[in-house]
């Protein structure tokens, strides 16, 4: 399994949440709270350029830092964590995070690699620039704080010159730009990337399609899968969608937004972290579902080097089967459990939860 997973239940960094509490107390509740409903009503639909943007205006860019940036951030430190632990050497110095919104992704960043000393956030929208802005200011991280913001709208070439940094992050943008748009902007992205560009997107079957296609697009230009994949072979799930979950501890504004009295929710994501170079600690495989209890056994569903397997450690072997039903949608395997193979066959699409 990773090495220092994140905690079962993940809150957001205090500093962050207690800033956004601040700026939404700066306009009527009545204002954030009607951009929420209309941002919830929206999130999950399929988006396909400038258009048809998330969020446009100042209730709307509070709107989603009220009900959508909690999970985001949840998403964001889910997948690099499993980033770090595959390259738990590396250690980015720079970051450019494409299509920051509110500046998500920095405030994940840095908790996951503290030694990050400059941040670079590029995003279209001015009211998304002003509450970055304002909510960088809240950290203690001197990199967030001093974090450089330019408006730019990425559905042409990137900013000449742009320099190179070690770590660029491409965090819920794919699904709001249109095919061409997307594939020009990737390959731009992996160009002035000189470490890892990580990619995170909603775990929707859509989302899914298009970090697989943004996959297969590196992968042509010699890029190095670090996560989830063990491999840098062609994806082997037909019929399902490869995504993972992480839990969020709710705070009281996202739970207000959403009209929600459980104090957390499990924040589905899809993801890819290219390289340019390979993982320093591979992994045999990792789990892309629960482990499927059955009566005579566990089951785990593992996207592996051999390609989708379905290992089955029966009852009777007790020590391998509270290992296996102790291990987290998300795992990876250093190498194969002991246990007979099923034949490689995925799951009904949506079993165990796919696509809450």
Request: proline share 10%; aromatic share 6%.
């Amino acid at each position: 399994m990773d090495a220092e997973p994140l905690p079962t239940v993940l809150p957001l960094p205090a500093a962050l949440e207690h800033a956004i509490a601040a700026a939404l107390r700066t306009v009527p509740a009545s204002q954030w709270l009607s951009a929420a409903r209309a941002l919830s009503e929206r999130y999950r639909d399929e988006r396909a350029g400038p258009e048809r943007a998330l969020a446009r205006g100042t209730p709307a860019a509070l709107g989603y830092a009220a009900l959508i940036l909690p999970a985001a951030y949840a998403q964001l430190r889910g997948a690099m964590a499993a980033t770090r632990a595959r390259v738990p050497d590396w250690q980015p110095h720079t970051l450019l995070d494409l299509g920051s919104g509110p500046g998500t992704a920095l405030w994940a960043a840095v908790e996951t690699w503290p030694a990050i000393q400059t941040v670079t956030a590029w995003e279209r929208e001015p009211a998304f620039i002003a509450l970055g802005r304002q909510l960088a200011q809240a950290s203690s991280h001197p990199a967030v704080a001093a974090a450089r913001w330019e408006q730019v709208t990425l559905d042409g070439p990137l900013p000449a010159p742009t320099p190179r940094y070690d770590l660029i992050v491409l965090g819920h943008l794919l699904n709001e730009l249109a095919a061409p748009v997307r594939h020009a902007l990737v390959a731009a992205a992996w160009a002035q990337c000189a470490g890892v560009l990580l990619i995170v997107e909603p775990g929707t079957s859509a989302a899914f399609a298009l970090v697989r296609e943004a996959r297969e697009q590196l992968l042509a230009r010699g890029a190095h899968t670090l996560a989830p994949c063990a491999h840098d072979q062609a994806c082997p799930l037909a019929g399902d969608w490869c995504h993972f979950p992480q839990r969020l501890q709710r705070p009281a504004f996202q739970r207000r937004a959403k009209d929600a009295t459980a104090g957390w929710e499990e924040s589905k994501f899809a993801y890819a972290a290219l390289g340019r170079v390979a993982a320093s600690a591979p992994i045999w495989g990792r789990l892309i579902h629960q482990p499927q209890r059955h009566k005579g056994g566990v089951e785990l569903i593992v996207s592996s080097r051999e390609g989708l397997v379905r290992p089955f450690i029966p009852h009777r072997d007790r020590a391998r089967y509270r290992a296996a039903s102790a291990l987290r949608w998300g795992s990876a395997l250093a190498t194969p459990p002991a246990a007979d193979l099923a034949p490689p066959t995925p799951p009904a699409p949506g079993a165990d939860g796919a696509g809450d």
